[in-house]
């Protein structure tokens, strides 16, 4: 049974388009007509291949980046009209936190760790110093760094221990929604177990809703409630996640989850992604993004684009072909083998 959880943030109809070119008539599609409805205290995972949008949604969604078109409510507030700057200085800028993928990268080299998790606060709740400093060793404390780490630098620190840092800072102002793009792929593979079991650990103690970006779709099935599935800009799948990855309608979803190494399905149908997603700019508007690579397409793929409908199990699926059994019971077969 789906638990409908109260909505923290709806998306609707928001597009986020570059002018390509030097005339810049051409325009790159990054995100195009997205919806997405990210429950309180819910765990959304965002997957699909490089290039397909995914960090764009994220950072317009936490308002760094100023969208083309469409609509984001936060607890009711229209914030998508807000210019990004302007976001940056209102008092819901504490509710939309980012941490970014490469912790190196998002660390500033010449602040200790104390400065970096008290810039936030110092910016957007203010506080004496005491204050301050009491909120950023509970910061640290959450994160499991000793409070010493506090006068460290971030070239003093490990991949692991600067991943820390970046979930600190971001957890300090006390986030109703903490938008995380790809983690833990920059870091070693017995950190990234650690750092996820933190992030899940912190979800739940403080029911933060995620979304959680990512290329790793077993670990968006471990973590996340809901999985949305994006292809050219356009969420092609969404729902629960059991039901996305156990029972994936979209030809694309079943591809990616046949690309996942298991020794265990070596013998069940599987599709095979050939080849690259066709260019995202000015792309046909009459077609599925996925007609010419689909190996399910049939002729009314390339004349209407499929639009998100209702699966039968709460989730949604823009695909002409999503009602067809035969291929939902080879997919089911290859998934529930593993
Ligand atoms: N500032 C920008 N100006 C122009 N094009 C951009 C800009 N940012 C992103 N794009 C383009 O938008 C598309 C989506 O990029 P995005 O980084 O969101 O993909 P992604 O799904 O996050 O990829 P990856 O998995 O590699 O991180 C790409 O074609 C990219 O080249
Ligand atoms: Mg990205």
Known sequence: MTVVKTPLIEVRGLSKHYPVGT???????????????????????????SGCGKSTLARVLARLVDPTEGKITL????????????????????????????????LNPGFTVFQSIADPLKRL????????????????????LPREYGTRYPHHLSGGQKARVGIARAIAVKPKLLVLDEPTSALDVSVQSLILHLLAKLQKQRNMSYLFVSHDLNVVRLLCDQIAV???????????????????????????????????????ARIKLEGSASSPIDPNQSACRFAGRCPAEITICSQTMPLLTARDDGGLVACHRADDVALRTSAQAGARMS
Not at 23 to 46: F, H, Q, S
Not at 75 to 97: E, H, K, T, V, Y
């Open 23 to 49: 005339m810049r008539r051409k325009r790159l599609y990054a995100v195009d007509d997205v919806d997405l409805t990210i429950g309180e205290g819910e765990c959304v995972g965002l997957v699909g291949e």
């Open 75 to 106: 607890s009711g507030a229209d914030i998508a009209s807000m210019p990004a700057r302007s976001f940056g200085g209102s008092p819901l800028r504490r509710d939309i936190q980012v941490v970014f993928q490469d912790p190196t990268e998002s």
């Open 230 to 268: 994006m292809y050219l800009g356009r969420i092609v799948e969404f729902g629960p996640s059991n039901s996305v990855f156990y029972d994936p309608r979209h030809p694309y979803t079943r591809a990616l989850i046949d690309a996942i190494p298991d020794p265990a399905r070596k013998n069940t």
């Open 125 to 144: 709740l203010g506080g004496t110093s005491k204050d301050i400093a009491e909120m950023v060793f509970a910061a640290l404390d959450d994160v499991g």
